[in-house]
């Protein structure tokens, strides 16, 4: 059973940094693959980024690469995404997912949190 809970949203100025939590309070979180993905005002839910089920390997949608950074406590079962240099276009609500393998495609994420909004002022 996977069940994931976001927290660290958060309203932010231009260029300033947030980091966000997802735990996961099942127990198969260090056999999943974790995900963030973001779903903005009017707009379809795209991929963030992605990590493999031991951390070592990770994927980013182009325009977060280089600012965004995830990775992933699997004794504690929490992964994290930190954010930096954000810009009013990353505002949007935040959302954990877990999936079993394939950590560098967004697709077949099968688990999901609630969400955590981010708000980025200029």
């Known amino acids: 059973q996977v069940h994931l809970v976001e927290s660290g949203g958060g309203s932010v100025q231009a260029g300033g940094s947030l980091r966000l939590s997802c735990v996961d309070s099942g127990r198969t979180f260090g056999s999943n693959v974790m995900g963030w993905?973001?779903?903005?005002?009017?707009?379809e839910r795209e991929f963030v980024a992605g990590i493999s089920w031991g951390g070592s390997?990770?994927?980013?949608?182009?325009?977060?690469?280089?600012?965004?950074?995830?990775s992933r406590d699997n004794a504690e079962n929490t992964v994290y995404l930190q954010m930096k240099s954000l810009k009013p276009e990353d505002t949007a609500v935040y959302y954990c997912a877990a999936k079993f393998y394939g950590y560098d495609d967004h697709r077949g994420y099968a688990y999901w949190g609630q969400g955590t909004q981010v708000t980025v002022s200029v």
Do not use: C, E, L, M
Request: glycine share 10%; net charge positive.
């Open 57 to 70: 390997n990770t994927h980013y949608a182009d325009s977060v690469k280089g600012r965004f950074t995830i």
């Open 37 to 43: 993905f973001r779903q903005a005002p009017g707009k």
